[in-house]
């Protein structure tokens, strides 16, 4: 690689990886050209940036920042995959497609200020994403409400079914 590209491609890591909240480090080694384009469409799909590195660029470029913590784990192949909105999905779809890919390799991955392992990756795997996460707490604040209507209306319907079931029993009895 020409000196100008590195610097380029530094440039941009040092820029892409600022402020990141989740990050994953695989290996592509053995993968197919179509199965690695499988797996780029559906970080694309899912708001997460994801790049084969030159380790000894990436570990220029996370120096002195809180992704250091992975600088050991640049080697051989790497790609990364991270997100800087969503701590979740990279490790969510790394984890899926290795699921269905025995040959994808997971080495390591950043969340939460430290390094993961592959069964920490798989961990946050599990985790809800921002997105549901929203959604469980939009369904808990409207069932509050609800909850209170149907204890507000209980009273006037038990009274209604009293004067209905006298309406009832005045007509049996005409």
């Given at each position: 690689m020409e000196r100008s590209k590195k610097e380029q491609e530094l440039a941009f890591l040092k820029d892409a990886l600022t402020d990141v909240e989740c990050m994953v480090l695989t290996s592509v080694k053995g993968l197919t050209v179509s199965e690695v384009s499988d797996l780029r469409l559906q970080f694309h799909e899912a708001g997460v940036e994801y790049r084969v590195v030159k380790n000894t660029l990436a570990k220029i470029a996370i120096k002195g920042t809180d992704l250091e913590v992975v600088s050991?784990?640049?080697?051989e192949e790497t790609a990364i995959a991270w997100s800087k909105d969503d701590a979740v999905a990279p490790a969510k779809i790394a984890m899926n497609f290795k699921k269905e890919n025995k040959k994808f390799t997971v080495k390591a991955g950043f969340g939460s200020g430290g390094r993961l392992d592959e069964a920490g990756v798989e961990a946050l795997s599990k985790m809800p994403s921002l997105e549901e996460l929203r959604a469980q707490l939009l369904g808990t604040i409207q069932a509050v409400p609800s909850k209170l209507l149907a204890q507000v209306q209980?009273?006037?319907?038990?009274?209604?079914g009293v004067l209905q079931a006298k309406v009832d029993k005045d007509k049996e009895a005409a």
């Amino acid at each position: 690689m020409e000196r100008s590209k590195k610097e380029q491609e530094l440039a941009f890591l040092k820029d892409a990886l600022t402020d990141v909240e989740c990050m994953v480090l695989t290996s592509v080694k053995g993968l197919t050209v179509s199965e690695v384009s499988d797996l780029r469409l559906q970080f694309h799909e899912a708001g997460v940036e994801y790049r084969v590195v030159k380790n000894t660029l990436a570990k220029i470029a996370i120096k002195g920042t809180d992704l250091e913590v992975v600088s050991d784990d640049f080697k051989e192949e790497t790609a990364i995959a991270w997100s800087k909105d969503d701590a979740v999905a990279p490790a969510k779809i790394a984890m899926n497609f290795k699921k269905e890919n025995k040959k994808f390799t997971v080495k390591a991955g950043f969340g939460s200020g430290g390094r993961l392992d592959e069964a920490g990756v798989e961990a946050l795997s599990k985790m809800p994403s921002l997105e549901e996460l929203r959604a469980q707490l939009l369904g808990t604040i409207q069932a509050v409400p609800s909850k209170l209507l149907a204890q507000v209306q209980a009273p006037a319907q038990q009274i209604v079914g009293v004067l209905q079931a006298k309406v009832d029993k005045d007509k049996e009895a005409a």
